[in-house]
């Protein structure tokens, strides 16, 4: 087993079998087939969820507080 690549950051995203494993998951629960690379993104917490949601759909503007 080699560390190379074991101490890089992940993607932004999220980490690719990560996002695999929830996309083969959410595909059973949902009775559909879920596309890791663009219907998955793992997120820090909800705000960052929100911001993002809200960006991919043009919601509010990107200047909006956050308390």
Request: glycine share 2%; charged share 20%.
């Amino acid at each position: 087993m080699t560390f190379e690549n074991l101490w890089q950051y992940t993607r932004t995203a999220g980490h690719p079998s990560l996002i695999t494993t929830l996309a083969a998951r959410y595909s059973m629960h949902l009775e559909r087939d879920i596309k890791p690379e663009s219907e998955v993104a793992i997120t820090i917490g909800a705000s960052q969820a929100r911001i993002l949601k809200s960006t991919l759909y043009n919601e509010f503007p990107l200047y909006f507080l956050q308390y």
